[in-house]
């Protein structure tokens, strides 16, 4: 197997990529220094990707929504015991999670990493999937369901997601409905599995206080070969347009709070890096505490300390999110109308765009040197088809005409919408 050193050209931090002989791409960051490690083993497969096939498939195979985030924890199961009993014995911390375009199975620890990691590789290539313990679980998601539908935070995203795209699946629940999840049964979970835990749609990333030739002399132990499968996947056509400019919903709340989405147009791989750094650089200056529309806002008490915003972005998706309290968040909107709209005219500010720079790349910098961020960072990295270092070495290039073209072209005015979820006078 042959190490490939990926470098930052700008920092000189590094970290090896392997691609084994099983298909698996492996990611592996040593620390000197450090006495923890942080260990995550993902596919590309998370809720967005309802419909796919393989080269054995003649046509596209569509699933029930959900079933990514059921899959992730039946394979926490298998035939002897609980994996959380495993890593139990030898002191390490283990998760998972699904998001929309992923699932990560993942353990952290300060000892006996090359055990936790043989835990880790086994359990993933181990599925067991029961009538009985899908029909068990079937409970206990719908339960999570309920959870996540009570909770104003979720409601006021997925809202918001709903106004925003017409037929693209992220505007679904991770853990997708009851009734949806009622149609999952052993043989598709095994279709699902067998498509998407295929070794050459995963990636392994390890950081910290590790050897590279230890992981890989438990890879070679561990990793089963597999055959790349030709796995496809497809979204539905979504138009630019917004579904509808504003919805509301009343819950037992302290406060109204909201989401104001500008939605934009999706791209992929170095390109939506690219994007992506350009728009957090946007939404970072026009929620600047400096500003003159933060401070009017601000002392309107209009919004308080929660205003945010953040960028959120992925296969087929893209757009840039506003959140925080506020009992007019219609107020809010019409003021990041008209600040959107000066920027467009005037350009940003030069002092703040310097300011924001030095700072965010302050922080990209300081991410290098923490175990569970440098983890993350490889294996984010590769299934979003850049190298871990891109994001830090492209930073510094951005100019203050970049995020205008980016704020006068992309936050247009036809593509934003209000989410909300008001308090409805009742105790929260």
Same mark, same amino acid.
Do not use: W
């Given at each position: 197997m042959e190490k490939n050193i990926l470098t930052s050209k700008v920092t000189g931090d590094s970290c090896i990529h392997v691609k084994h002989p099983s298909g698996l791409n492996i990611y592996i960051c040593e620390m000197k220094g450090f006495s923890t490690v942080e260990a995550l083993f993902g596919t590309k497969y998370g809720s967005i990707n309802t419909m796919f096939r393989t080269r054995a498939d003649e046509g596209y195979t569509t699933v029930p929504e959900g079933i990514a985030h059921f899959l992730e924890h039946k394979l926490f199961e298998n035939e002897d015991c609980g994996v959380f009993e495993l890593y139990a014995k030898t002191g390490a911390s283990g998760n998972a999670f699904t998001s929309f375009d992923k699932t990560c199975y993942l353990f952290g620890c300060s000892n006996n990493y090359t055990d936790n990691l043989r835990i880790l590789l086994d359990f993933v290539q181990k599925p067991y999937f029961t009538k009985e313990n899908v029909d068990k679980e079937m409970g206990i998601i719908g339960q999570e369901i309920q959870m996540t539908n009570d909770n104003p935070e979720w409601r006021v995203f997925f809202n918001m997601l709903k106004c925003m795209y017409h037929a693209h699946p992220v505007r679904i629940d991770i853990a997708g409905t009851k009734e949806s999840i009622a149609r999952i049964d052993a043989p598709l979970l095994y279709k699902c599995y067998n498509a998407f835990y295929d070794l050459n749609n995963m990636v392994l990333s390890i950081?910290?206080?590790?050897?590279?030739?230890?992981?890989?002399?438990?890879?070679?132990?561990?990793?089963?070969?597999?055959?790349?499968?030709?796995?496809?996947?497809?979204?539905?056509?979504?138009?630019?347009?917004?579904?509808?400019?504003?919805?509301?919903?009343?819950?037992?709340?302290?406060? %109204?709070?909201?989401?104001?989405?500008?939605?934009?147009?999706?791209?992929?791989?170095?390109?939506?890096?690219?994007?992506?750094?350009?728009?957090?650089?946007?939404?970072?200056?026009?929620?600047?505490?400096?500003?003159?529309?933060?401070?009017?806002?601000?002392?309107?008490?209009?919004?308080?300390? %929660?205003?945010?915003?953040?960028?959120?972005?992925?296969?087929?998706?893209?757009?840039?999110?506003?959140?925080?309290?506020?009992?007019?968040?219609?107020?809010?909107?019409?003021?990041?109308?008209?600040?959107?709209?000066?920027?467009?005219?005037?350009?940003?500010?030069?002092?703040?765009?310097?300011?924001?720079?030095?700072? %965010?790349?302050?922080?990209?910098?300081?991410?290098?040197?923490?175990?569970?961020?440098?983890?993350?960072?490889?294996?984010?990295?590769?299934?979003?088809?850049?190298?871990?270092?891109?994001?830090?070495?492209?930073?510094? %290039?951005?100019?203050?005409?970049?995020?205008?073209?980016?704020?006068?072209?992309?936050l247009r005015s036809d593509r934003i919408v209000l989410s909300v979820i008001e308090k409805d006078g009742g105790s929260p």
């Open positions: 950081a910290g206080n590790v050897s590279a030739d230890e992981v890989l002399a438990v890879c070679d132990e561990m990793l089963k070969p597999s055959e790349d499968k030709g796995l496809e996947t497809v979204f539905p056509d979504e138009p630019d347009t917004v579904v509808q400019s504003e919805i509301r919903e009343k819950q037992h709340i302290g406060t %109204t709070i909201f989401h104001i989405g500008y939605k934009c147009k999706p791209c992929s791989g170095k390109e939506r890096l690219i994007k992506s750094l350009k728009a957090t650089f946007a939404a970072a200056i026009l929620t600047d505490a400096s500003t003159d529309m933060y401070i009017r806002l601000l002392e309107s008490e209009l919004i308080n300390s %929660t205003f945010g915003a953040e960028v959120f972005c992925g296969g087929g998706y893209f757009s840039v999110i506003f959140s925080g309290e506020s009992d007019a968040p219609e107020k809010v909107r019409e003021a990041l109308l008209s600040e959107v709209e000066r920027i467009s005219r005037e350009g940003v500010d030069e002092k703040i765009f310097r300011r924001l720079k030095r700072s %965010t790349y302050g922080l990209l910098i300081r991410e290098l040197n923490n175990v569970d961020a440098v983890a993350n960072l490889m294996i984010n990295s590769h299934m979003e088809d850049i190298a871990p270092y891109d994001a830090i070495d492209i930073f510094p %290039t951005l100019t203050a005409e970049d995020i205008n073209s980016f704020i006068k072209n992309e």
